[in-house]
């Protein structure tokens, strides 16, 4: 039987997906029944605990052949390095009490790094715990850059008639689609195939840059010419306290765009077979990102 934290998430979601349709056992976790109700009518049993509830985790995790890590983002959290660190204790306290012997955990390119990364950060303090846990086997899937974090670019373009951000227009990012992280991580799951403590960098179908992307997405709803531009890291800030984040979860993101401007954060491995993963980013602009696109103009 396998254990999918966050199952009603990105990654999640197609872990637990995937190992249904492989006729594996699953357990899903969520803080909500409702949530992973989609997922019992595929045969998983669905199991509602807070990650922060070690207890909870530990009946979770009983009698696993293997577990699916992760830490949740949160933007409204006011401290969410020290909220990480807490769901980590938590975790490895779990992993521990219930002897789980092999944990896929997903973890970020960048999270050598002890500091200085934002979010990140605590995704090297999560693989730095995992280590101490005795006859733990851990893989750590560090992905690259989410397409995903293009999604709130469709209220940009509604607005301003471009796409806008942190990052530099002219860095060259490993984007992956999140659903080449779950199927890497049920692969995993299912062939066991790692001991000790590994890390496995996922880079995507290749490196793009922002202002590549905005050429894709522009040719894709109808804009030809829509620019990617950097903003001041300060005036992102503001842009997202607005749109709901904490002032703390806005600084995070600020400093990963620092790092990943300056080259502090960056991918280790050279591109590979073994890191490329399938969904090109046309692909995604078809299918989620238009969609999400659409979708906003029918409800405006
Ligand atoms: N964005 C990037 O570019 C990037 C790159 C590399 C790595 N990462 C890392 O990827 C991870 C996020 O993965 P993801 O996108 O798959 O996650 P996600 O979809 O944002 O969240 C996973 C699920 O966790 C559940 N959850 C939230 N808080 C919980 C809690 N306190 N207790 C139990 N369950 C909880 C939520 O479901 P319920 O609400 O139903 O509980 C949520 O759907 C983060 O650690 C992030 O740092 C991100």
Known sequence: MYVVLG????????????????????????RSKERLARFEILGAEAFAANLM????????????????????????????????????NSISSAL??????HVV????????????????????????????????????????YFME??????????SFGMMAGPVRADLALPMIATRDIGAA?????????????QTRELLGHKDLTYSQMAKIIGA????????????????VLQAMTQMGFSKNMATLMGEMSDALNSGYMHALEPRSQANTTPTLVEEFVHNVFVPAYKGQATSA
């Not at 199952?7 to 899903?28: E, F, I, M, P, W």
């Not at 974090?149 to 509604?158: A, D, R, S, Y």
């Not at 030809?224 to 531009?229: G, K």
Request: no cysteine; charged share 20%.
């Open 7 to 30: 199952a009603a998430g990105n990654t999640g979601s197609v872990v637990a997906k995937a190992l249904l349709d492989g006729s594996q056992k699953v357990r899903v976790v969520g």
């Open 53 to 88: 509830d070690s207890g909870a985790l530990t009946r979770a995790f009983t009698g696993a052949r293997a577990v699916y890590s992760l830490l949740p983002p949160d933007h409204a959290s006011t401290d969410y390095r020290a909220q990480q660190d807490k769901e980590t």
């Open 149 to 158: 974090n293009t999604l709130p670019q469709v209220g940009i373009i509604k």
């Open 105 to 144: 955990a997903l973890s970020s390119f960048g999270a050598d790094k002890p500091a200085k990364t934002g979010p990140v950060a605590g995704l090297h303090a999560m693989e730095e715990s995992f280590r101490q846990i005795p006859k733990l086997n851990a893989l750590y899937l560090r992905a690259g």
């Open 220 to 235: 894709a709803i109808g804009i030809p010419d829509l620019a990617y531009i950097q903003l001041p890291t300060e005036q």
């Open 96 to 101: 521990e009490a219930a002897g789980v012997t």
């Open 185 to 197: 991580a049920a692969d995993a799951l299912v062939k066991l195939d790692f001991t000790g403590h």
